[in-house]
């Protein structure tokens, strides 16, 4: 299996005078990113294509393509299959290795690395993002190098090494281990009944939930005692399903995230057994873009420090819809699953049905991000749908609640 910003104190000695001149070190480059359903994506080249979208998974040691037609029309070398794993450690999936990739940032700056090429997209992230998605980056194109995750400015700030000294800049470093080009980090999960219990989770921007625990890993005796059904959203493994509850608290060094919506997930131990970095869930980037990141891939340091979203609501859908976008465009909407006892459950919003209004406008107003952001508005307490049902055109209201 394949696994494969900054501020110096700077002296000078200036005719016999020792001055201390404080000086913003700059990146090498930066990359913009762009924040869809939670995660982040980025706009690059590869082999002097047009820009293509990828999305940034912390969590995954090679970068990928979806679509290997893709890859061989770039002509991109392949030189060897392979079998890779999600980060949910599900079923193997079959792949090929493709040798010295350029990929180039709206800068003019070039990366290359090798890449894993699917043999064919069972992802579908472009549906679960209403656009089009064309593969993964992961670590290794920023080997030996550091990068800050800005989400304030939304740019991955990129270093050489021991360029940046984060420390200077307001970040705290926390604790954690690189196990394969991935980092982890340790973490202090807080039960209920004032239950504590030590974590090593997979830190991945590549996930768009918060917080996901094994349940297999945790005693039954500690689990939230109201946990409902439900879709987990998207990681490299494809969809994640397993049931969702509240843990008391959620402490990473010294920052802290109080009632925090917590998905668990039940694990094959023999998937466990394969999984050399022994980690107990994920820590996924609706939590991560709570903070400001440095990932410092040459000494395997890990920093963060909170940025503007940090005091924010961290928000959850209110409607029970899980929703996906079709067509060639993108921009019609099919209802792929309703969760029982939810908003859209008492509507009677049926699988299969597709959403041709949205709030009294036409659908295709709307991007999916856009909808997902409304129907977890705490603000919004109803929204009006039309939805096509068997050729048949039927009027639904939802009255939007808590779900957990």
Same mark, same amino acid.
């Given at each position: 299996?394949?696994?494969?910003?900054?501020?110096?104190?700077?002296?000078?000695?200036?005719?016999?005078?020792?001055?201390?001149?404080?000086?913003?070190?700059?990146?090498?480059?930066?990359? &913009?990113?762009?924040?869809?359903?939670?995660?982040?994506?980025?706009?690059?080249?590869?082999?002097?294509? &047009?820009?293509?979208?990828? !999305?940034?998974?912390?969590?995954?040691? @090679?970068?990928?393509?979806?679509?290997?037609?893709?890859?061989?029309?770039?002509?991109?070398?392949?030189?060897?299959?392979?079998?890779?794993?999600?980060?949910?450690? +599900?079923? &193997?999936?079959?792949?090929?290795?493709?040798?010295?990739?350029?990929?180039?940032?709206?800068?003019?700056?070039?990366?290359?690395?090798?890449?894993?090429?699917?043999?064919?997209?069972?992802?579908?992230?472009?549906?679960?993002?209403?656009?089009?998605?064309?593969?993964?980056?992961?670590?290794?194109?920023?080997?030996?190098?550091?990068?800050?995750?800005?989400?304030?400015?939304?740019?991955?700030?990129?270093?050489?090494?021991?360029?940046?000294? &984060?420390?200077?800049?307001?970040?705290?470093?926390?604790?954690?281990?690189?196990?394969?080009?991935?980092?982890?980090?340790?973490?202090?999960?807080?039960?209920?009944?004032?239950?504590?219990?030590?974590?090593?989770?997979?830190?991945?921007?590549?996930?768009?939930?918060?917080?996901?625990?094994?349940?297999?890993?945790?005693?039954?005796?500690?689990?939230?005692?109201?946990?409902?059904?439900?879709?987990?959203?998207?990681?490299?493994?494809? +969809?994640?399903?397993?049931?969702?509850?509240?843990?008391?608290?959620?402490?990473?060094?010294?920052?802290?995230?109080?009632?925090? !919506?917590?998905?668990?997930?039940?694990?094959?131990?023999? @998937?466990?057994?394969?999984?050399?970095?022994?980690?107990?869930?994920?820590?996924?980037?609706?939590?991560?873009?709570?903070?400001?990141?440095?990932?410092?891939?040459?000494?395997? @340091?890990?920093?963060?420090?909170?940025?503007?979203?940090?005091?924010?609501?961290?928000?959850?859908?209110? +409607?029970?819809?899980?929703?996906?976008?079709?067509? +060639?465009?993108?921009?019609?909407?099919?209802?792929?699953?309703?969760?029982?006892?939810?908003?859209?459950?008492?509507?009677?919003?049926?699988?299969?049905?597709?959403?041709?209004?949205?709030?009294?406008?036409?659908? @295709?107003?709307?991007?999916?991000?856009?909808?997902?952001?409304?129907?977890?508005?705490?603000?919004?307490?109803?929204?009006?749908?039309? !939805?096509?049902?068997?050729?048949?055109?039927?009027?639904?209201?939802?009255?939007?609640?808590?779900?957990?």
């Amino acid at each position: 299996m394949y696994r494969g910003s900054i501020i110096l104190l700077t002296w000078f000695l200036v005719l016999g005078r020792c001055t201390d001149l404080t000086a913003t070190i700059k990146p090498d480059f930066t990359i &913009p990113f762009e924040i869809y359903n939670n995660l982040i994506v980025l706009n690059l080249k590869v082999n002097e294509s &047009p820009p293509l979208k990828f !999305i940034y998974d912390s969590g995954s040691e @090679h970068s990928l393509f979806f679509e290997r037609s893709l890859a061989e029309f770039l002509r991109i070398k392949m030189i060897r299959s392979i079998q890779i794993y999600g980060s949910d450690l +599900s079923r &193997p999936m079959e792949a090929v290795v493709g040798q010295g990739v350029s990929f180039e940032t709206a800068n003019d700056m070039l990366l290359k690395a090798d890449i894993i090429v699917l043999d064919e997209n069972i992802f579908q992230f472009s549906e679960y993002l209403g656009i089009e998605i064309t593969g993964i980056i992961g670590n290794s194109l920023f080997r030996n190098k550091v990068i800050e995750l800005d989400f304030d400015e939304m740019q991955i700030k990129v270093y050489g090494p021991l360029q940046y000294q &984060p420390q200077d800049d307001g970040y705290t470093q926390v604790d954690c281990q690189w196990v394969k080009g991935k980092p982890y980090i340790l973490v202090d999960v807080g039960f209920e009944k004032d239950i504590h219990e030590k974590k090593k989770l997979l830190f991945d921007t590549g996930a768009s939930i918060g917080l996901l625990l094994y349940s297999t890993m945790v005693d039954t005796a500690y689990l939230p005692s109201k946990l409902i059904a439900g879709s987990m959203g998207m990681g490299l493994g494809g +969809s994640l399903e397993g049931f969702i509850g509240r843990i008391r608290e959620l402490k990473i060094g010294e920052f802290a995230q109080k009632n925090l !919506i917590t998905y668990f997930q039940a694990v094959d131990s023999t @998937h466990l057994e394969n999984d050399v970095s022994a980690k107990e869930g994920i820590v996924g980037n609706m939590l991560i873009s709570r903070y400001n990141v440095v990932l410092d891939f040459h000494l395997q @340091h890990i920093y963060l420090k909170p940025n503007k979203s940090s005091k924010k609501k961290m928000p959850f859908d209110r +409607s029970g819809l899980y929703l996906v976008a079709m067509g +060639s465009d993108l921009k019609e909407y099919e209802v792929r699953r309703v969760m029982a006892h939810t908003a859209a459950a008492e509507a009677d919003i049926r699988a299969g049905d597709k959403i041709i209004r949205f709030r009294r406008m036409a659908v @295709h107003n709307f991007t999916l991000g856009e909808i997902i952001q409304n129907l977890s508005s705490e603000r919004r307490k109803r929204i009006h749908l039309v !939805i096509l049902r068997d050729g048949k055109k039927m009027k639904k209201v939802l009255y939007l609640k808590d779900i957990i």
